[in-house]
C-alpha cells in the first residue's frame, strides 16, 4: 500500500517531525546564547576577581614585609629587655648586699649605743663618788665650762 496517500502521509509526518526538530534547535540555541552570555558574564566576573586577588596579594605582600619589619624590633627591643633584666638583676644583688651591711652597720651602732650608754653609767657612778669624795675632804668642786654645741 505505497500509495500516494500514504507517501503524502509519510511526508506529512517528516515534515512534523522537521518542524518539531527545527523548533527544537531554536530552543537550544537560545539556550546556548543563554549560556555563552551567561559564561561571558562569568568570566568578566573572574576578571574582576583575579585583579581584586591580585592587589589584595600586593597589599599582603606588603603586610608581610612591615610584619617582618616589626618581627625585627620586637626581637632588638626582647634583646633590650633583657639586658636590662640582667642589669636589674645585678643592681638587685647589690641592694641586697646593701642590705646586709646596712643591717650589720645598725647592729654595731646598737651595740655602741650600748656601750656608751653603760660608759654613762659608769662616768655618772664615777661622778657621785668623786663628789662624795670632794664633800667628804671638803674640797670645793671645780665650776663647768659652759657647753658649746
Known sequence: MTTLQELEIRVTRLEERSDNQ?????????EVSKILLTQD??????????QK??????KFDKLDEKFDKLDERFNELAAVVG??????????????????????HTQILAEHGQTLAEHGQTLAKHTRMF?????HFGIPLPAEEPQHN
Open 22 to 30: 527545527r523548533e527544537d534547535i531554536k530552543v537550544i540555541g537560545s
Open 41 to 50: 558574564e562569568i568570566l568578566k566576573v573572574q576578571r574582576t576577581h583575579t
Open 53 to 58: 586577588i591580585d592587589v589584595l596579594d600586593k
Open 83 to 104: 639586658g636590662h633584666s640582667e642589669t636589674l638583676a645585678g643592681h638587685t644583688q647589690i641592694l641586697a648586699g646593701h642590705t646586709q651591711i646596712l643591717a650589720g
Open 131 to 135: 663628789e662624795t669624795l670632794f664633800a
